[in-house]
């Protein structure tokens, strides 16, 4: 049976705050900020434990080797030589936000039948660039069965491709064909747009979508240049439902007429910037959340705590679920240590539409599982990271170290 799956990037030993994502707000305002890598990792474990205690199938992905000395090795530098940019660039734990992982198209929209997923090419900055080999390897571990599975290099140079979010479904049911819509941007004011139409249109080939069940919308300039640098800042989907920002797409009115057009059974529920500005929006991460639907068949929007601190946000929020809408429930997480760097409760997950017993089940939580984990983060995470430690040759190792333990505790040698 065909269910959808949330895989959660389990938040790194080497997590930190060095600025380095151009156009991320909050990533830019915390740079140089001391990070607290094992609380980070606990909250992760935390939302994932409270999914699971909505109903909801939870599965998690592993941290991928920091610092990154294969890639500074290509450069022909070390960490100890490195640039400070730079190393802090082979530290980067941004793996953590798995929406960055790879596009994914369930087996009931593609030709062959099978689930499709493309691992994303980042390349657009450099410290995110060097991720896709490692997020590879475990993407062909974790859906290794072919029988149910495709799972597909990254779209080449020089169309950045960033994944899950810029990407959202519309279906009736996620075990039904859908509408698979690629969101695409151009210039932001100072800002860089991050996801090209030609790797929307190549995923979309791969993974043999028909092409009446695809849609290209472009994001609003304007909205990137407010620091919305995915579509998932701004709109998330979910079965049926839209909910987005009313200034999310450049041409709002043609966007909505093309997804109604395709799927006529869309609810699109708009926020209207007179009630929360696009500032608002970014700052509480309204719109990265985890737009769900429980067993009872209801919708639910799991969104981080930071949004009850935003008046506007939070009373638009009340207004909506106290009405006839079809989102009915919030479920506020703490995500902080994630959040300050710049991804919300959605950027941390990868949604995976398929048969739970078709996936390596190492990858599939379980409650004894999310203890195991924890206690390895509670024991090798280093409890906190200021910039100037990136230098210090104990914490390579005890980041090496962490990351070797967990991947022990859960039987996943091959990714060492």
């Not at 149910?148 to 020089?158: D, I, M, Q, S």
């Not at 960033?162 to 800002?191: S, T």
């Not at 991947?407 to 996943?412: H, I, S, W």
Request: net charge negative; glycine share 8%.
């Amino acid at each position: 049976m065909l269910t959808e799956i949330n895989f959660d990037g389990i938040i790194g030993p080497s997590h930190n705050y060095a600025g380095l994502s151009l156009g991320n707000i909050a990533s830019a305002n915390n740079a140089g900020a001391v990070s607290e890598p094992r609380a980070a990792a606990l909250q992760g474990v935390a939302k994932m434990r409270s999914n699971m205690a909505l109903g909801l199938p939870q599965g998690y992905f592993m941290p991928l080797d920091r610092p990154n000395a294969g890639w500074l090795d290509a450069l022909g530098c070390d960490v100890a030589s490195a640039e400070a940019h730079m190393r802090a660039a082979a530290f980067s734990a941004s793996s953590m936000w798995a929406a960055n992982a790879a596009t994914v198209s369930p087996a009931p929209d593609t030709a062959d039948g099978r689930c499709h997923l493309t691992v994303a090419n980042l390349m657009t900055m450099p410290h995110r660039s060097h991720e896709w080999t490692g997020t590879l390897a475990q993407l062909q571990l974790a859906f290794a069965d072919q029988r149910h599975f495709a799972v597909h290099g990254p779209v080449p140079a020089p169309f950045g491709d960033e994944g899950a979010a810029n990407h959202m479904r519309l279906c009736p049911r996620h075990d039904q064909p859908g509408v698979e819509i690629f969101v695409y941007g151009k210039a932001g004011g100072p800002f860089p747009a991050r996801q090209h139409v030609e790797a929307g249109k190549a995923i979309a080939r791969r993974h043999g979508l028909a092409t009446d069940r695809v849609l290209m919308i472009q994001q609003s300039e304007t909205a990137i240049a407010a620091g919305a640098f995915h579509n998932d800042v701004v709109a998330v989907a979910n079965e049926t439902v839209l909910f987005t920002h009313e200034q999310a797409f450049e041409d709002r009115e043609a966007s909505y007429a093309a997804i109604r057009a395709a799927f006529p059974a869309v609810q699109i529920v708009e926020v209207p910037a007179s009630a929360v500005s696009l500032a608002d929006a970014i700052k509480s991460y309204l719109f990265n959340a985890q737009l769900v639907t429980l067993p009872s068949g209801g919708q639910a929007l799991v969104l981080p705590s930071e949004a009850q601190e935003v008046p506007a946000v939070w009373r638009y929020l009340e207004q909506m679920v106290a009405g006839n809408g079809p989102i009915r429930q919030l479920v506020p997480v703490n995500v902080r240590q994630s959040m300050a760097n710049g991804g919300g409760p959605a950027c941390l997950r990868l949604r995976v539409v398929a048969g739970p017993a078709t996936i390596d089940q190492r990858f599939i939580a379980t409650p004894e599982r999310l203890d195991t984990i924890e206690q390895v983060i509670a024991k090798h995470w280093p409890e906190r990271i200021a910039p100037a430690d990136l230098a210090d040759p104990a914490l390579v190792a005890a980041v090496r170290e962490a990351r070797a333990a967990l991947l022990a505790a859960l039987g996943l040698a091959e990714l060492e």
